[in-house]
T-cell receptor
Framework: EDKVVQSPLSLVVHEGDTVTLNCSYE??????LLWYKQEKKAPTFLFML????IEKKSGRLSSILDKKELSSILNITATQTGDSAIYLC?????????????FGTGTRLQVTL | DTGVSQNPRHKITKRGQNVTFRCDPI?????LYWYRQTLGQGPEFLTY????????KSRLLSDRFSAERPKGSFSTLEIQRTEQGDSAMYLC??????????????FGPGTRLTVL
């Protein structure tokens, strides 16, 4: 069964700090790894990673995939209070006709002033 | 707003009642997914459609749950004889699959179900 583990489970930092969130996975027929940000509503898409070693960046957020280590990290630099959210990692596996996401439990990030 | 929409946003029901949720995907997205999320957990896959065909159902989806996507557009998820354990956020997502299996799923705001 596909499995995604995220660490840490929760994190409290001061505004301006840099944080690194971790995701490791076991999945049949890996297709891609996705990061989502979830505040009070639905997960909003951040990144999709399919190839090892290629960093994706969006403003202060960046992410990279290591397919050899079956893991990914999400970095947030110069954190702001608006970054407070749950960050979800998910892997897209493909078994037969399915194309489903398996999510981790998330990392709850709180950024304080 | 051209994102995924879901209705209702909140539903409170008594145990044993039937409920139905609706999801309208992003226009022209051919894949539609249902997930369930409970407090402190990530979303869990329930079922998925490619156009109007339901291609996979999780074992989480008991026989009290049924989903449809007539005409390959909106979808409904019905829960019959609700139980307190059904209380959760029900999330819908859609994607445009062009082949290669790397379609990005975009989520709706969810329907929060509370079963009393």
């Amino acid at each position: 069964e596909d499995k995604v583990v995220q660490s840490p489970l929760s994190l409290v930092v001061h505004e301006g700090d840099t944080v690194t969130l971790n995701c490791s996975y076991e999945v049949t027929n890996f297709r891609s790894l996705l990061w989502y940000k979830q505040e009070k509503k639905a997960p909003t898409f951040l990144f999709m990673l399919t190839s090892s070693g290629i960093e994706k960046k969006s403003g202060r957020l960046s992410s990279i995939l290591d397919k050899k280590e079956l893991s990914s990290i999400l970095n947030i630099t110069a954190t702001q209070t608006g970054d407070s959210a749950i960050y979800l990692c998910a892997v897209l596996g493909n078994t037969g006709t399915a194309s489903k996401l398996t999510f981790g439990t998330g990392t709850r990030l709180q950024v304080t002033l | 707003d051209t994102g995924v929409s879901q209705n209702p946003r909140h539903k409170i029901t008594k145990r044993g009642q039937n409920v139905t949720f609706r999801c309208d995907p992003i226009s022209e997205h051919n894949r539609l997914y249902w997930y369930r999320q409970t407090l402190g957990q990530g979303p869990e896959f329930l079922t998925y459609f490619q156009n109007e065909a339901q291609l996979e159902k999780s074992r989480l989806l008991s026989d009290r749950f049924s989903a449809e996507r007539p005409k390959g557009s909106f979808s409904t998820l019905e829960i019959q004889r609700t139980e307190q354990g059904d209380s959760a956020m029900y999330l819908c997502a859609s994607s445009l699959a062009l082949g290669g299996g790397t379609d990005t799923q975009y989520f709706g705001p969810g329907t929060r179900l509370t079963v009393l």
